[in-house]
């Protein structure tokens, strides 16, 4: 075993996990989910079974990751996060074959409490604060709030709001990492 599990932690036989990942308190591994390296996994957290996580995820307390979910590499879920993998659920219709892939990219944010709706992609190194409710795609380094979440800035790779409109042209250096930041009409890039 290259990783670390604590000892109330449950991980079915046939789940891959990549070094140097911790499982923490009373965590749940399903038996067909592919883990990354150097993942971290909080308290009390479900990973069902068709899930695919990247390197260096971290995944907070409280998080219930169920099939048809997907996060790349360095993707941030806060406490109490919520993914869903039905549109229509109802407890005396089994929907198991209407699940709904959920794709969140590299280096996205989501904040504690927020709720992301099944069927969309949140894009590379958006931020979705705590709260929201984010049930359409998202623009990479997109800034979403609110109940139902709408983008209210632009967020860098490094973290830090981008003083920049919504919509334009325009760029910014990021003091941070020195990366460069162009807005192309809608459309945030970076070099």
């Not at 949140?122 to 409710?133: C, M, R, W």
Request: aromatic share 8%.
């Amino acid at each position: 075993m290259n990783y670390q599990k604590h000892e109330t932690a449950i991980i079915d036989d046939g789940a891959k996990i990549g070094a140097g990942s911790r499982i923490w308190h009373w965590v749940h591994i399903c038996s067909r989910v592919i883990i990354g390296e150097n993942c971290s996994f909080g308290q009390n957290v479900y990973i069902g079974n068709d899930v695919k996580i990247g390197n260096g995820v971290k995944v907070q307390n409280n998080v219930s990751i169920y099939d048809q979910v997907e996060l790349e590499d360095h993707v941030f879920c806060g406490p109490s996060m919520v993914f869903t993998n039905v549109i229509n659920p109802r407890a005396h219709i089994e929907r198991k074959d209407e699940y709904k892939k959920t794709l969140v990219k590299k280096g996205a944010t989501i904040g504690a409490n927020a709720t992301i709706v099944c069927g969309i992609t949140l894009g590379e190194y958006s931020f979705i604060a705590a709260g929201a409710v984010v049930a359409k795609d998202v623009k990479p380094y997109a800034l979403m709030a609110g109940v139902p979440a709408k983008q209210i800035g632009w967020m860098s790779e490094f973290g830090e709001r981008i003083p920049l409109p919504l919509s334009g042209e325009g760029s910014f250096e990021c003091p941070n990492s020195k990366k460069t930041y162009y807005l192309k009409s809608d459309q945030l890039l970076s070099k």
